[in-house]
């Protein structure tokens, strides 16, 4: 049997073209033979003919490059010896692996997200429990927790419960911004199955990624935890919450799973940037008598 044909490299021709040129025709991959296994990780990587690396990779195959490098190879037998792959050509080859990986989870995530999208719609297998999700989303909606922080901080008359307040409505503004800004930049496109029927949504509300409602809900409820004195109960609720919050977003088919279990990372971290730029009437005395003269 015939060895397999190599290039300068001591890749086989076929394995390496088909990689990255399944639309090239006359290279020895188009048309068949044991491509195919490389013509589908192509195509799962989004590979097309037209990248630098695979035109790199062709072109080093290319019976002009050969005959370039080894001017002598066409004259005698003696084979030259397999070199290493050079290193930019291992870089080309490992992403592929990670790409397989991402869109494996990303099928996963799409998959789950439909089964678990129960309360999608009036008809949904769930479907009865829509209102009670919804009712739930309002719950984490940001117009009540602002209208709400604001009301309050009105009310407050302890320094020591507008500071809180103060820094609770810095914390709802900056996860406004980051989640929007986060959604802007991603651009994931909510799922198929939801009805956009959500109460007051910005223009970037139309993305997905993160969910904005998880944010909140785990920004809001770590803040809760940290800076209100509740009994056992009380703190178990708040906690359920914050998941029950995320679980809905996903049964209402507003969202994906990798975008709430992003929403949850998010709002956990975004108390840690809150934490750490904690306004008191020390370092920002000016809010403070701002809001005194209201
Ligand atoms: C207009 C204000 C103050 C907040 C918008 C709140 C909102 C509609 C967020 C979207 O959340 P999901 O990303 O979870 O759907």
Redesign the pocket.
């Known amino acids: 049997m015939p060895s397999p044909r190599r290039n300068v490299e001591g890749r086989p021709l076929g394995a390496s073209a088909a990689n990255c040129s399944s639309s090239v025709p006359g290279s020895p991959a188009h048309g068949g033979g044991g491509g195919g296994r490389f013509e589908f990780q192509a195509l799962l990587s989004g590979r097309t003919g037209a990248d630098p690396a695979c035109a790199r990779l062709r072109a080093s195959e290319s019976p002009v490059h050969r005959r370039g490098s080894f001017p002598l190879a066409a004259a005698g037998p003696a084979p030259a010896p397999p070199a290493p792959p050079p290193e930019d050509d291992r870089m080309t080859l490992n992403p592929s692996f990670l790409a397989i990986a991402l869109r494996s989870l990303l099928a996963i995530d799409l998959w789950l997200s439909k089964k678990l999208g129960v309360c999608a719609g009036e008809s949904s297998s769930w479907g009865s429990a829509r209102p009670l999700m919804k009712l739930l989303e309002i719950s984490?909606?940001?117009?009540p927790w602002?209208l709400g922080t604001l009301y309050c901080l009105s009310r407050s008359d302890s320094w020591a419960g507008r500071e809180v307040l103060m820094n609770l409505l810095f914390a709802l503004l900056l996860d406004?911004l980051l989640?929007a800004a986060m959604?802007g930049l991603v651009r994931r496109r909510r799922p198929a199955h939801n009805q956009m029927d959500?109460?007051?949504?910005?223009s970037v509300?139309k993305y997905?990624f993160?969910?904005?409602?998880?944010t909140r809900a785990a920004l809001v409820s770590r803040f809760i935890l940290n800076h209100l004195v509740l009994a056992i109960p009380l703190r178990v609720l708040v906690v359920l919450w914050a998941f029950i919050l995320g679980l809905s977003?996903v049964m209402l088919g507003?969202?994906n799973v990798t975008?709430v279990a992003f929403?949850f990372f998010v709002g956990y971290m975004q108390y840690s940037i809150v934490d750490y730029f904690w306004l008191s009437p020390h370092n920002a005395p000016f809010l403070f008598v701002l809001w005194n003269q209201q």
Do not use: A, N, Q, Y
């Open positions: 984490g909606h940001g117009v602002l406004l989640v959604k959500m109460f007051f949504t910005l509300d997905s993160p969910s904005g409602h998880t977003r507003r969202h975008d929403g």
